[in-house]
């Protein structure tokens, strides 16, 4: 049966000669707590299950390296435990919250906060609430976290020993503040915590018959009733503002709470290099430092969005980050009048080196946008105010690793990184424009709480409260994909970033004296469509080359090409198309367009699937390459491509064989680029050789009527190749001295 037991008032003190004394007033002891050594105390009593209040006033000032203590806790190495714990700090910077649960002798289930009040200046109500159902920690009847009983799924809760109450205070500067760099600075000893009015409202232990006792819900075990086994919805609001103090610092020796929006982060590094700007967080770097913050709570799934404006002007060497865990948002600086780049990253089980960047298609330091992350079990996807830019599926069963296992937390920071940032660490940070300042406002995680090993399967069975697990968040839908696919958001300038830029929708590559320009594709592929429409060069173009192909890495790579060579003024451009497999390209065939190329836009396609490759303008063939690997004939289907553009001086080689030059009066050269559209099977590493070939609903291009041209197709590629074909390689007799290559004895049409 229950029992309230009260007292008034316990002093425990620590002296600056590691003695222990303790100050009794009022016959505090005498009711239920008896000191068990120099500066602690216990029950007298043991209980399972019940209601433990106690109000307490930490130890004042510097309380730098010690421990300030209020648990419960069963005996032997098998013992149970639950805790609060108070480590000081150094005066002016926040004590942390600490708790934590044992069961069968097994603890590591940390979570810590930040007070909201000042701990010191009075005494705050610290409750612990542990009944069959769960263990709930309260501060001033606030709850701030949540144990649940899962032993049904193999999870231990402390639910067959009786446990003692202790309090204490104790010299733990080897690990209690920062990590034990901080000491205790015993001149400001004696040390003084403060307990007053405990009291336990719970079962007594009488022994294993207890086990049952204290668990069956009477009138007595009133903590054992329904309504004890869920916060209410009142309840839930008060733990989510807890959880949503982002932090609390010290300045000049008084608390400063700082707070987002619908926020739960705390500032874990760089403190004075914060600062609160009505609800915005602003994170400030200098030559002295950089500073970061971090969530209070881990997550697995959910969607993680933060408004960011990025530090303006000249921030060449900087990195503002905003990422989950290893899901990365990186924003690397550059010099004034340069973009940023948007470094996308993911890591699982520790191995990262999935870089993708993007350039920001708007300026990204003059206003906030929204970054947001969504991670369920099928996929993560990237957004940058609500459009995609990135996906990375769970390819789990075909031994790509994803992360589904762990719970994460969220992280934001602003560093100095000019050792590798901005032109692989070329160009430094310019400290005399310093403090450099990133501001966010509105961390919105709708996401699922990390609760241990249980929460892997709790989390990703789709639920209305796991609205991110549905199938509807399984596939972007086709508005989605088609802003993804678009010019801005699928590629990024790879070089001559000064002679490139955005008009509305199109991308205009620029050449000049100089320099050239060229872009490519964020993602790789392996099979599929890739459409994109061209604006080439006006007038005298000669020596000038526009370039649009696919091509993989390393000196055994893959390529198909698209490349027009400029001419002079009234002579026609010439379409060449090549194809390189395993590093050996010199398949030539070029073309006359048969329309001005230079007046309008038109649209060049290579559709390439596992049977052959076709070179299509304006949905009109004008060549294939067909597959005879299994006759010894390379073929390009085991390397990922990216998508390539370009307009560079070829003036060496591409008119007339290079004897007309590029004519610079002329200059700028503007090349125009719209309507990329990759309908192709994204590469997720060596599995796409298989995943990509396979033929699916999703793999398309695999279809029986993608394996061979139709008459009508075949009939408008005889007539380009009768009138406009200009160069074949299989004809070249003077080159290949009547050896050709073998796909030129194979059918191809």
Known sequence: MAKIIHFNSLVLMIIATITFQSYLANGWTSSSMYVNWGSGAQSKNSFLFGSFEMLLKLVPNNSAGTVTTYYLSSTGTKHDEIDF??????????????????????????????????????????????????????IDSIPIRVFRNYQSKGIS??????????????????????????????????FIATYRNFRPRACYWNGPMSISQCAIPTNSNWWASPSYYKLSANKVDFNSLVLMIIAIIALFHSYVVIGMTSSSMYVNWGAHHCKLLGDDLQLVLDKSAGSGAQSKRSFLFGSFEMLIKLVPNNSAGTVTTYYHDEIDFEFLGNISGQPYI???????????????????????????????????????????????IRVFRNYQSKGIPFPNKQGMRVYTSLWNADDWATRGGLVKIDWTNAPFIATYRKFRPRACYWNGPMSISQCSIPTKTNWWSSPTYNKLSANKLGQMNSMRNNMYINWGSHHSWMQGDDLQLVLDQSSGSGVQSKGTFLFGSIEMQIKLVPGNSAGTVTAYYLSSTGDKHDEIDFEFLGNVSGQPYIIHTN??????????????????????YHNYTIHWNPNAVVWYVDDIPIRVYKNYQSQDIPYPNAQAMGVYSSLWNADSWATRGGLVKCDWTNAPFIAKYRNFAPRACAWNGPISISQCATQTPSNWYTAPEYNQLSYAKQGQMEWVRSNYMIYDYCKDTKRFNGQFPGECFKPQF
């Open 342 to 388: 948007i470094h996308t990253n993911i890591y699982t089980q520790g191995v990262g080196n999935r870089e993708q960047q993007f350039y920001p298609w708007f300026d990204p330091t003059a206003d906030f946008h929204n970054y947001t992350i969504h991670w369920n079990p099928n996929a993560v996807v990237w957004y940058i105010d609500s459009i995609p």
């Open 157 to 190: 809760f402390p639910n067959q020993q009786g446990m003692g109450v202790y309090t204490s205070l104790w010299n733990a500067d080897d690990w209690a503040t920062r990590g034990g760099l901080v000491k205790i600075d015993w001149t400001n000893a004696p």
């Open 85 to 138: 714990e108070f480590l000081g700090n150094i005066s002016g910077h926040p004590y942390i919250i600490h708790t934590n649960i044992y069961t069968q002798g097994v603890g590591n289930r940390e979570q810590q906060f930040y007070p909201w009040f000042d701990p010191t200046a009075a005494f705050h109500n610290y409750t612990i609430h542990w009944n069959p159902n769960a263990v709930v920690w309260y």
């Open 579 to 600: 194809i390189f497999t395993q590093g050996a390209g010199g398949r030539e065939q070029q073309f006359y367009p048969w329309f001005d190329p230079t007046a309008d």
